[in-house]
């Protein structure tokens, strides 16, 4: 795909969305990489369920630890893994309070040291809480960068590196939203919506299905 008709994809997803952001419901950075720490292997919606009884009374590592192991379970039992991801939790909350004063890290080597947190994760959290122009790559935007041409990759790191790369600096801010949300409700893993496409004759899949 040429520079051209990349930059014409994002200008489209622009005019369409001009301030996209997050599905995820949260209030502080803390809340965030929460909510994305719980999000893995999990819809938005669920997440938000379950975070909108949890963090009124946990809204930072403290009161988060202050609930004990227990507790979290129950509020987040909605959740696939929910065992694991409170244990991360729990241990998360321990390490920012201990090595970063309670507060969320704006540093990827930080934020990938806290449990349960990756590459994806860290990602999300510099774009959305600190306004990093990071592209965290998920099945939905692996999906549409592979089947548009955008950003062509064999694993979710070749894909971001190509995204990265490939996007111009005008867009990178605010690409992960407009890519993840295209993928979620247009560019759909079993039934793509190429008829109602907003880029569907920029889009070099040749099955599209118009």
Same mark, same amino acid.
């Given at each position: 795909?040429?520079?051209?008709?990349?930059?014409?994809?994002?200008?489209?997803?622009?005019?369409?969305?001009?301030?996209?952001?997050?599905?995820?419901?949260?209030?502080?950075?803390?809340?965030?990489?929460?909510?994305?720490?719980?999000?893995?292997?999990?819809?938005?919606?669920?997440?938000?369920?379950?975070?909108?009884?949890?963090?009124?009374?946990?809204?930072?590592?403290?009161?988060?630890?202050?609930?004990?192991?227990?507790?979290?379970?129950?509020?987040?039992?909605?959740?696939?893994?929910?065992?694991?991801?409170?244990?991360?939790?729990?241990?998360?909350?321990?390490?920012?309070?201990?090595?970063?004063?309670?507060?969320?890290?704006?540093?990827?080597?930080?934020?990938? /040291?806290?449990?349960?947190?990756? @590459? *994806?994760? !860290?990602?999300? +959290?510099?774009?959305?809480?600190?306004?990093?122009?990071?592209? &965290?790559?998920?099945?939905?935007?692996?999906?549409?960068?592979?089947?548009?041409?955008?950003?062509?990759?064999?694993?979710?790191?070749?894909?971001?590196?190509?995204?990265?790369?490939?996007?111009?600096?005008?867009?990178?801010?605010?690409?992960?939203?407009?890519?993840?949300?295209?993928? /979620?409700?247009?560019?759909?893993? @079993? *039934?793509? !919506?190429?008829? +109602?496409?907003?880029?569907?004759?920029?889009?070099?899949?040749? &099955?599209?299905?118009?």
């Amino acid at each position: 795909m040429n520079p051209q008709r990349r930059r014409e994809i994002y200008e489209r997803l622009k005019s369409a969305n001009p301030a996209p952001t997050t599905e995820l419901a949260y209030q502080t950075p803390f809340q965030l990489l929460i909510a994305v720490l719980l999000s893995a292997q999990a819809t938005d919606v669920s997440v938000n369920k379950a975070t909108r009884r949890l963090f009124p009374v946990a809204p930072t590592p403290e009161a988060m630890l202050g609930l004990g192991e227990a507790a979290l379970m129950e509020a987040i039992k909605t959740i696939g893994l929910y065992k694991t991801k409170a244990r991360n939790v729990l241990a998360t909350c321990r390490i920012l309070l201990e090595q970063h004063g309670g507060e969320v890290p704006e540093n990827r080597e930080a934020l990938e /040291r806290l449990p349960g947190v990756g @590459r *994806k994760t !860290a990602n999300v +959290v510099l774009n959305t809480a600190f306004g990093h122009p990071t592209i &965290a790559v998920d099945t939905h935007i692996f999906r549409v960068a592979n089947r548009t041409g955008l950003a062509p990759g064999k694993d979710v790191r070749e894909v971001e590196d190509r995204l990265t790369r490939f996007t111009p600096p005008e867009y990178r801010q605010d690409a992960h939203h407009w890519l993840i949300l295209h993928g /979620r409700y247009t560019c759909k893993a @079993r *039934k793509p !919506a190429c008829d +109602v496409c907003l880029i569907v004759d920029l889009c070099e899949w040749n &099955a599209k299905a118009v």
